[in-house]
């Protein structure tokens, strides 16, 4: 229904917020992440996803298009709706849900809020196919199509080094987040980033 709106904030709520545009006050719910990066008065632009019920329209809002595409492929999950699935974004941050699915960390999604094992395990199970490793690896934010410049150029490179540190007995989960926390840059082979994402294990 709504793409997006661009507007100032007027409220900040525990789960909402209110946005002005043209004179009229949107409430829309976001995460607690995304509200914890707000002051009243701050000009944004918010991507939202329409909820239609019987008895309500709600609105939820997202700051990048990433996390409302994210969103989106949550719902696609049996057992998880809008409210489920904006409760696992307060949790963590995109990047870090999509690293657990694709090491099956079913543990790590359960302590999610509003998540428990069986639903942390159907997402495993639905999302598995769905979620890029390489995505995950390069980083990628996208926004309204853009991506982090040399992004796809470190991919392989990122591949590489997280085949190396599972097979020296590493899960996939650790290995990503130690590779995702070295600067990467065109020049760096898989065994030098091999070398510097172990000092981060």
Do not use: H
Request: aromatic share 6%.
């Amino acid at each position: 229904m709504y793409a997006y709106f661009i507007g100032r904030v007027a409220q900040i709520g525990s789960d909402s917020i209110v946005l002005e545009t043209n004179g009229i006050g949107y409430n829309i719910i976001m995460s607690g992440r995304d509200i914890s990066e707000l002051i009243p008065g701050d000009e944004l632009k918010v991507y939202t996803y329409t909820s239609v019920r019987e008895d309500a329209i709600w609105l939820y809002g997202f700051l990048d298009a990433q996390s409302l595409a994210f969103f989106k492929l949550l719902l696609t999950v049996s057992g998880v709706g809008p409210k489920g699935a904006m409760g696992v974004l307060s949790g963590a941050s995109v990047e870090d849900i999509e690293v657990a699915i694709i090491a099956q960390d079913s543990k790590m999604l359960s302590k999610l809020p509003g998540i428990g094992a069986k639903t942390a395990a159907r997402i495993i199970l639905d999302l598995k196919d769905k979620v890029s490793t390489n995505d995950v690896l390069a980083g990628v934010v996208s926004d309204g199509g853009k991506t982090k410049s040399g992004a796809n150029v470190a991919t392989g490179v990122k591949a590489e080094a997280t085949e190396v540190l599972t097979a020296l007995g590493y899960s996939a989960s650790e290995a990503m987040k130690a590779i995702n926390k070295v600067e990467i840059n065109e020049d760096l082979s898989a065994e030098d980033l091999v070398t510097m994402a172990l000092r981060e294990l």
